[in-house]
């Protein structure tokens, strides 16, 4: 009994020590990760004052999802905490908050590049949505930013945990989003704006956070187990749906058996967008290869 006591002992010890050095690692390679630094050169961009484009920037800030992570007055909110994995803060952009003191060029370097302007990458800044964002329309966000009225509020630090850590190091958590984006300096357009594939195109990035690059849903990255994947989007998730049902799911929420979607699913903030950017929506989903949804 003795013998089988200390062998169990053993085994622990070792198992333990095995887990302290696998987070050793992963802890290391988090930290060197986060302290690399980015180069960006993006042609500087020009405020625009007209009352059209800052009332566009609004827009932008509320259909984009800017609202939802960090509040209709973006003075910053808890997004959600997951346990060992994350908590998720985000931070007050206003001109009272991290913005204060930033020119127009880093502010857009944060949204598109996920770069802070000391050169090192953000935390879970969804850069992947915004990256093709075009010059014409991050200039209106940014301005829209400037206009929100300065705020002190301070929602706190976002947190990475232990199993966060690991995750990160086993390449199953985009931590670092501005690793995985063009960094190179180069114009963006947007396609003209329409009720079109090519303009529901550059609206879908937006959406790629939640419901993966290619649309086919996934478990939103960071998120406790027990929220629900995100769904597929192609036509092999979509199924039987109407262009007026996927209206229905923006403007209402609703599924079209009447029943509610998720609540996590930002539809709030999809509802008021434009018919037309709906429509542009709906027709590039029309255009996906059906893919099978993903197991989480």
Not at 36 to 46: A, F, G, K, M, S
Not at 106 to 126: C, E, L, S, W, Y
Not at 217 to 240: C, E, R
Request: charged share 20%; aromatic share 6%.
């Amino acid at each position: 009994m003795r013998k089988l006591l200390k062998w169990i002992a053993t085994l622990i010890g070792v198992l333990v020590l095995a887990a302290l050095v696998a987070f050793g690692l992963a802890w290391v390679k988090t930290d060197r990760a986060m302290a690399r630094t980015y180069t960006v050169n993006d042609l500087p961009l020009t405020l625009p004052t007209d009352a059209a484009a800052l009332a566009h920037g609004g827009h932008l800030f509320v259909t984009r999802g800017c609202a939802d992570c960090h509040g209709k007055d973006g003075a910053g909110r808890l997004v959600f905490d997951a346990g060992p994995v994350i908590k998720l803060v985000a931070p007050n952009i206003t001109r009272g908050g991290v913005t204060k003191g930033l020119t127009v060029d880093q502010i857009a370097a944060a949204i598109r590049h996920g770069v802070k302007p000391d050169g090192r990458p953000m935390v879970f800044m969804p850069t992947t949505d915004f990256h093709e964002m075009s010059d014409a329309d991050t200039a209106a966000l940014i301005a829209h930013l400037q206009s929100l009225p300065a705020s002190a509020n301070d929602p706190g630090k976002l947190q990475i945990r232990p199993l966060g850590i690991l995750m990160y190091a086993m390449g199953k958590f985009p931590l670092l989003p501005a690793e995985d984006v063009d960094h190179s300096p180069r114009s963006r357009l947007a396609p003209p704006a329409g009720a079109t594939a090519a303009y529901g195109q550059y609206l879908a990035h937006g959406c790629t956070g939640c419901h993966g690059n290619d649309l086919a849903g996934q478990h939103v990255p960071g998120t406790p187990p027990s929220f629900k994947d995100a769904q597929n989007l192609t036509p092999a998730g979509i199924g039987t749906w109407k262009e007026a049902d996927f209206r229905r799911a923006l403007r209402e929420g609703k599924r079209p058996d009447g029943s509610d979607i998720d609540p996590f699913m930002p539809w709030q903030a999809f509802s008021t967008m434009s018919d037309e950017e709906i429509s542009a929506l709906w027709a590039y989903l029309q255009t996906l290869p059906p893919v099978a949804s993903k197991k989480s």
